[in-house]
């Protein structure tokens, strides 16, 4: 019987995939390598469902039946013939995932999706070796993947629309907030945002308009406070379109138009200054914790998650 939802790949992506699917009510399979890397998954995905309920994301009783539907495995084959639908998590390597989908399409039947997790992989090039790759799509979720509402659904160039809206629906039923991506560009939808205002944030820092630390606290306490509820577009329609158009005349002029990496980031990055690996990068990271940041971010994701569900059910 098709009742699971298989992902292929148990580790940090891969195991909070599974945790949502189980917390949405469907038996999940997290398969990995070998036996051992599967457990360690399972044991993730439970860390992610003990979280999400520990912090009011999930009920107390969504987190035990999640926890009955979550199994792990090393035999694709088996798990093939009781998956839906399957989502592949693996290495970001196109030749992996690309022998990854040619055994997945030899094994399942034409009505099961498959589906990759890449970040900036096209599924046009992950999905070549296929022979039903009108059923293959892109769904990226974002890290982390048992928090961040957004999943990116991504037809390829032989996607077949019906089936990217089957999943694009099958994921709205898991609390995430899928958008649909009509073609396989690199950087998929919300990444090319984000690399614009990265580009520009590093050129200010670079022209010596403000720091980084100034530069990042003015996107997190000043658009970034609006984004969960009230995103660019709707922002311009609110403001009419016409004086959106007269601050764009005026603004777009004297902002970043880089088609290549700014050469204060290049330097940086031949001086050595990677950034938290090396303790040194836009911020000093030796006079920092990254964990304790990390933990900032993801409370606060939890509070936005939780208001913007609550402004929603209003």
């Known amino acids: 019987m098709r009742d699971s939802v298989l992902v292929v790949g148990s580790g940090m992506m891969g195991s909070g995939i599974g945790a949502m699917a189980a917390l949405a009510g469907r038996k999940a399979i997290l398969l990995d390598l070998d036996r051992e890397r599967a457990e360690q998954g399972r044991k993730k995905a439970m860390d992610c469902i003990r979280f999400r309920a520990d912090n009011g994301l999930n009920t107390e009783e969504e987190a035990f039946r999640a926890a009955g539907l979550l199994e792990c495995s090393d035999n694709l084959e088996e798990a093939c013939a009781r998956a839906f639908l399957v989502i592949e998590a693996i290495v970001e390597n196109v030749e992996v ?35 039903c790759a009108e059923r293959t799509v892109t769904t990226h979720f974002w890290l982390p993947a048992h928090l961040v509402p957004l999943v990116e659904v991504v037809m390829g160039d032989r996607t077949d629309e019906a089936v990217a ?82 601050v764009q005349e005026t ?27 090396t303790g040194q990068g836009f911020y000093d990271w030796k006079e920092r914790s990254i964990e304790k940041d990390m933990a900032k971010r993801d409370q606060f994701i939890i509070e936005a998650v939780k208001a913007t569900a609550k402004l929603d059910s209003e």
């Open 97 to 131: 995932k690309q022998e990854m989908f040619a055994r997945l399409d030899g094994m399942l039947p034409r009505e099961v999706p498959i589906c990759s997790n890449t970040s900036g992989l096209r599924i046009t090039d992950i999905s070549s070796k296929c022979v």
């Open 165 to 246: 809206v089957r999943v694009r629906d099958e994921l709205k039923t898991w609390k995430k907030a899928p958008v649909l991506v009509k073609k396989d560009l690199p950087g998929q939808l919300a990444n090319r945002v984000f690399q614009a205002i990265i580009r520009e944030s590093i050129d200010i820092v670079a022209s010596g308009l403000a720091s980084a630390e100034d530069v990042d606290t003015a996107i997190s306490c000043g658009m970034a406070m609006r984004f969960p509820v009230w995103g660019p577009l709707k922002h311009l329609d609110a403001i009419g379109l016409e004086l959106g158009l007269s």
């Open 251 to 277: 603004v777009l002029p004297s902002i970043s138009g880089d088609k290549t990496a700014n050469d204060y980031l290049k330097r940086m990055v031949t001086e050595g200054n990677l950034g938290v690996k």
